[in-house]
């Protein structure tokens, strides 16, 4: 069985500053790993996946990941926050291979200020 | 490309009434459909799988009588709630996949559908 967790209910940071939001997955085969970002009132975005090519992955908006399967973790970074970055953020894990389910860790709402 | 739409986007009905929500992939073959709810601040929850021209399939706990899934066409799936009540006031989201998208799982979602029934 795959289960996300997501260490932080909510994040807050500094315009500007490094945003870092953590995420570690458990599961019993070899993951595909997702970021979606989420603002208010609407559907989930893709911001990055993991698909079991190369360990860190670039995503939209200068959004990162780094899949680390030592550590079981996928955190998303991103150098600067901007005031746009304010959102709701959920990291999913899927099995690997096709067809399959994904299960969202409960989310990360990330705030920006001045 | 890959967009999803949902219809209605709010909608707010009495006790008792059914309500349809349609979802709809714009410029894509949607081979399959999720269905999910989100209560307020809380992560995503599979309500249950559809798939083109079959039944879908429900996650356990899920009513099947209270939440009907019709997917049947490539591009439409409807979440119909029966006889809603207060309870089953929540944001609904879709989401949708093409072949190529599920060999690696991406789904691609709909902006959501705001239900509240009084």
């Known amino acids: 069985a795959q289960s996300v967790t997501q260490l932080g209910s909510h994040v807050s940071v500094s315009e500007g500053a490094l945003v870092l939001l953590r995420c570690n997955y458990s599961s019993s085969v070899p993951p595909y790993l997702f970021w979606y970002v989420q603002y208010p009132n609407q559907g989930l975005q893709l911001l990055l996946k993991?698909?079991?090519?190369?360990?860190l992955v670039k995503g939209i908006n200068g959004f990162e990941a780094e899949f680390k399967k030592s550590e079981t973790s996928f955190h998303l970074t991103k150098p600067s926050a901007h005031m746009s970055d304010a959102a709701e953020y959920f990291c999913?894990?899927?099995?690997?291979?096709?067809?399959?389910?994904?299960?969202f860790g409960a989310g990360t709402r990330l705030a920006v200020h001045p | 490309g890959a967009v999803v739409s949902q219809h209605p986007s709010r909608v707010i009905c009495k006790s008792g009434t059914s309500v349809k929500i349609e979802c709809r992939s714009l410029d894509f073959q949607a081979t399959t459909m999720f269905w999910y709810r989100q209560f307020p601040k809380q992560s995503l929850m599979l309500m249950a799988t559809s798939n083109e021209g079959s039944k879908a399939t429900y996650e356990q706990g899920v009513e099947k009588d209270k939440f009907l899934i019709n997917h049947a066409s490539l591009t439409l799936s409807t979440l119909t709630v029966t006889s809603a009540h207060p309870e089953d006031s929540s944001f609904y989201i879709c989401?949708?996949?093409?072949?190529?998208?599920?060999?690696?799982?991406?789904?691609?979602f709909g902006p959501g559908t705001r239900l509240t029934v009084l």
């Open positions: 989401s949708a996949r093409d072949p190529p998208s599920a060999s690696y799982n991406e789904q691609f």
């Open positions: 993991y698909t079991s090519a190369a360990t």
């Open positions: 999913a894990v899927s099995k690997s291979g096709g067809y399959n389910k994904l299960i």
